[in-house]
């Protein structure tokens, strides 16, 4: 074996989206970061329809124009042959109110990974081609380098301060020192393959959409690609591992062709004239998480972290996300290493938290589809998928039931718009939610409950409107975490919000510490005059005094509803009375 040795600031396992991502973050912030790529570029990868929370990241990187360029086909949502009605239905990016931009693209991942680790080179990390990772070099529970090979069989031996895993699926730091899980209801496997002469969908609206269309046995995409190389269209259908048997008897053509036959939406965009261009290729679509997204020395990112399954197209936008997060945490362990411990966990908790929500999201989404095929093996085993059975499903329905009527954050009832736009559309019974009358009136704007600051009466109870926390929040200018204190007014946040907010950190607001003070005394149950009264007491002032102070710092907290003010129950009738 022939060795050599260097030392780095980080060192980048794989040139993927999240490796690339990461280390052009870090080499921009002036660090010596070497990224270790086992293959060579341009390489296959699947994967090609993107969402909108990477686009700020093409723009930090400098690369919003050259990716302009290169004419990849604009998505502007997506749209499912799903749930309720076999008519399609859309959601459009333009819509959400929490996206960064309108639309995405869908990419060949060959051309658009290329571009992505070609400028990691241009912003300074050193990035070798055809030199994987063999293992991760560990000393006394950190690790400390790792040891690659290059094609030759030539191995070397690196030391880094950090090193980032960003291999996908081959997590070959995370596979040794984390423990891998997969989600045993969604072990599903995927055929995929490339068309030309492809007659669209009728309706232009549809032009720049994923389609997604269940059958039988699973679902298919359809993903405009346009490429030169790959053909006009990529066509995959997913199905399950119920079908083993099937499909390796069969072989993966001939099963790919079979579910095309139960797909009349796809059939009709193919029309009659288009041509497979392609063999049809197969992979394993498990959901996995490891139990550790970061440890002593380490940070996973992309699929060497986790992967789910592409119904919502979630894999390129939070491997990239997880990579600019990952490079921030370096930066502020760099700069700050007593807070190595604290900056991992915050690291690793948001991580988690956001695969564990959209994964919970996924299954119910695919509930929702399960009495489409009551008699078909896989959506016979994915209508026990039912809310409630991980903790993010179950989270979002409480907190549309029961949390957002007392809750109304402008946020919140955004959400709401939102989460309604997919509801609607599964066959999950949702009357109770559609009638319940407060969610309508808050998604009406209308708050018979609640009063505002000019209102504020004696026997009005204030309430704290989230959570007193203390966390971090990302500062951009510095590219570090920064420690705050504030409130996380939608920590619950259910799904779809913006897959950022998660990776990037929970929504806090930072409150200074005067406020902070007076948010101990508003505890929801008592009422504006007793708090007035225990605050003069505290605070030895008089009550007019101390009723002055005290409503100096709440107005500008009611304004933004971080408190909210309850009206006595008295008044709630009489509004309604008058509205009725
Ligand atoms: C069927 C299917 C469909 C999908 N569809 C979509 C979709 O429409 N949209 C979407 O966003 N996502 C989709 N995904 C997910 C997407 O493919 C991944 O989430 C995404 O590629 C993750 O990026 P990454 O950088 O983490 O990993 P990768 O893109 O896998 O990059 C990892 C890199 O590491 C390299 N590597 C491997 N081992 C080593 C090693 N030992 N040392 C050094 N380098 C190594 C690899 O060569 C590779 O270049 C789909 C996935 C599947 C399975």
Same mark, same amino acid.
């Given at each position: 074996?022939?060795?050599?040795?260097?030392?780095?600031?980080?060192?980048?396992?794989?040139?993927?989206?999240?490796?690339?991502?990461?280390?052009?973050?870090?080499?921009?912030?002036?660090?010596?970061?070497?990224?270790?790529?086992?293959?060579?570029?341009?390489?296959?990868?699947?994967?090609?329809?993107?969402?909108?929370?990477?686009?700020?990241?093409?723009?930090?990187?400098?690369?919003?124009?050259?990716?302009?360029?290169?004419?990849?086909?604009?998505?502007?949502?997506?749209?499912?042959?799903?749930?309720?009605?076999?008519?399609?239905?859309?959601?459009?990016?333009?819509?959400?109110?929490?996206?960064?931009?309108?639309?995405?693209?869908?990419?060949?991942?060959?051309?658009?990974?290329?571009?992505?680790?070609?400028?990691?080179?241009?912003?300074?990390?050193?990035?070798?081609?055809?030199?994987?990772? %063999?293992?991760?070099?560990?000393?006394?529970? $950190? @690790?400390?380098? &790792?040891? +690659?090979?290059? #094609?030759?069989?030539?191995?070397?031996?690196?030391?880094?301060?950090?090193?980032?895993?960003?291999?996908?699926?081959?997590?070959?730091?995370?596979?040794?020192?984390?423990?891998?899980?997969?989600?045993?209801?969604?072990?599903?496997?995927?055929?995929?393959?490339?068309?030309?002469?492809?007659?669209?969908?009728?309706?232009?609206?549809?032009?720049?959409?994923?389609?997604?269309?269940?059958?039988?046995?699973?679902?298919?995409?359809?993903?405009?690609?346009?490429?030169?190389?790959?053909?006009?269209?990529?066509?995959?259908?997913?199905?399950?591992?119920?079908?083993?048997?099937?499909?390796?008897?069969?072989?993966?053509?001939?099963?790919?062709?079979?579910?095309?036959?139960?797909?009349?939406?796809?059939? %009709?965009?193919?029309?009659?004239?288009?041509? $497979? @261009?392609?063999? &049809?290729? +197969?992979?394993? #679509?498990?959901?996995?998480?490891?139990?550790?997204?970061?440890?002593?020395?380490?940070?996973?990112?992309?699929?060497?972290?986790?992967?789910?399954?592409?119904?919502?197209?979630?894999?390129?936008?939070?491997?990239?996300?997880?990579?600019?997060?990952?490079?921030?945490?370096?930066?502020?362990?760099?700069?700050?290493?007593?807070?190595?411990?604290?900056?991992?966990?915050?690291?690793?908790?948001?991580?988690?938290?956001?695969?564990?929500?959209?994964?919970?999201?996924?299954?119910?989404?695919?509930?929702?589809?399960?009495?489409?095929?009551?008699?078909?093996?896989?959506?016979?085993?994915?209508?026990?998928?039912?809310?409630?059975?991980?903790?993010?499903?179950?989270?979002?329905?409480?907190?549309?039931?029961?949390?957002?009527?007392?809750?109304?954050?402008?946020?919140?009832?955004?959400?709401?718009?939102?989460?309604?736009?997919?509801?609607?559309?599964?066959?999950?019974?949702?009357?109770?939610?559609?009638?319940?009358?407060?969610?309508?009136?808050?998604?009406?704007?209308?708050?018979?409950?609640?009063?505002?600051?000019?209102?504020?009466?004696?026997?009005?109870?204030?309430?704290?409107?989230?959570?007193?926390?203390?966390?971090?929040?990302?500062?951009?200018?510095?590219?570090?975490?920064?420690?705050?204190?504030?409130?996380?007014?939608?920590?619950?946040?259910?799904?779809?919000?913006?897959?950022?907010?998660?990776?990037?950190?929970?929504?806090?607001?930072?409150?200074?510490?005067?406020?902070?003070?007076?948010?101990?005394?508003?505890?929801?149950?008592?009422?504006?005059?007793?708090?007035?009264?225990?605050?003069?007491?505290?605070?030895?002032?008089?009550?007019?005094?101390?009723?002055?102070?005290?409503?100096?710092?709440?107005?500008?907290?009611?304004?933004?509803?971080?408190?909210?003010?309850?009206?006595?129950?008295?008044?709630?009738?009489?509004?309604?009375?008058?509205?009725?």
């Amino acid at each position: 074996m022939e060795k050599s040795t260097g030392t780095y600031d980080v060192i980048v396992a794989g040139g993927g989206p999240a490796g690339a991502t990461a280390a052009s973050y870090l080499a921009k912030l002036g660090y010596n970061t070497l990224v270790l790529e086992k293959s060579h570029f341009p390489r296959h990868q699947i994967g090609e329809s993107l969402l909108p929370s990477m686009m700020p990241i093409l723009s930090d990187l400098g690369l919003s124009e050259t990716i302009e360029a290169e004419n990849f086909p604009k998505k502007t949502g997506g749209t499912f042959i799903w749930g309720k009605s076999k008519d399609p239905w859309s959601v459009l990016f333009s819509t959400n109110p929490f996206l960064p931009h309108s639309h995405a693209y869908h990419v060949d991942r060959a051309k658009f990974d290329k571009i992505l680790l070609d400028n990691t080179r241009v912003l300074g990390a050193d990035v070798r081609e055809g030199e994987g990772v %063999k293992s991760p070099i560990v000393e006394d529970g $950190r @690790v400390v380098g &790792v040891i +690659s090979e290059c #094609d030759d069989g030539t191995q070397h031996e690196y030391r880094a301060k950090m090193v980032i895993d960003a291999s996908g699926r081959a997590s070959v730091v995370g596979r040794q020192v984390t423990n891998r899980t997969f989600d045993p209801k969604m072990k599903q496997v995927a055929f995929y393959a490339y068309y030309d002469g492809v007659k669209g969908p009728d309706d232009p609206e549809q032009d720049g959409h994923v389609i997604v269309e269940s059958h039988p046995k699973g679902w298919c995409w359809y993903i405009p690609v346009e490429s030169e190389d790959l053909g006009e269209v990529s066509v995959g259908i997913i199905s399950g591992q119920e079908f083993k048997e099937e499909y390796s008897k069969m072989g993966p053509e001939a099963f790919f062709e079979s579910c095309i036959d139960d797909l009349p939406y796809l059939k %009709k965009m193919l029309g009659d004239k288009a041509k $497979r @261009v392609s063999s &049809v290729d +197969s992979i394993t #679509d498990w959901a996995y998480s490891c139990d550790r997204m970061a440890g002593e020395g380490f940070i996973l990112a992309g699929d060497a972290a986790c992967f789910l399954d592409p119904l919502l197209s979630t894999g390129v936008s939070m491997a990239m996300l997880a990579g600019y997060s990952a490079a921030v945490t370096v930066n502020t362990i760099f700069k700050e290493p007593e807070i190595e411990e604290r900056a991992l966990e915050f690291y690793g908790g948001n991580y988690q938290r956001m695969w564990d929500v959209t994964r919970d999201f996924l299954h119910y989404f695919y509930a929702g589809n399960a009495s489409a095929y009551p008699e078909d093996m896989f959506w016979k085993a994915r209508s026990t998928l039912q809310l409630g059975d991980n903790v993010g499903a179950r989270q979002a329905f409480c907190f549309l039931v029961n949390t957002i009527p007392g809750n109304p954050h402008p946020a919140l009832r955004k959400q709401i718009h939102m989460f309604t736009q997919f509801m609607d559309n599964m066959e999950h019974p949702v009357n109770e939610f559609e009638e319940d009358e407060k969610l309508q009136e808050l998604a009406q704007n209308k708050k018979t409950d609640y009063a505002t600051f000019d209102e504020l009466t004696s026997d009005a109870i204030p309430l704290v409107n989230g959570e007193i926390a203390s966390s971090f929040q990302i500062d951009g200018d510095s590219q570090t975490l920064k420690p705050v204190v504030g409130i996380t007014y939608d920590e619950n946040r259910p799904i779809f919000s913006s897959s950022a907010s998660w990776l990037l950190g929970r929504n806090i607001h930072e409150l200074d510490e005067e406020a902070l003070a007076v948010l101990e005394y508003l505890n929801g149950s008592h009422t504006w005059s007793a708090v007035v009264a225990e605050y003069a007491s505290k605070e030895d002032l008089g009550l007019g005094a101390a009723e002055a102070r005290l409503k100096q710092v709440i107005q500008p907290l009611c304004e933004e509803n971080i408190v909210l003010l309850r009206r006595p129950a008295g008044n709630v009738q009489a509004s309604r009375a008058v509205a009725g």
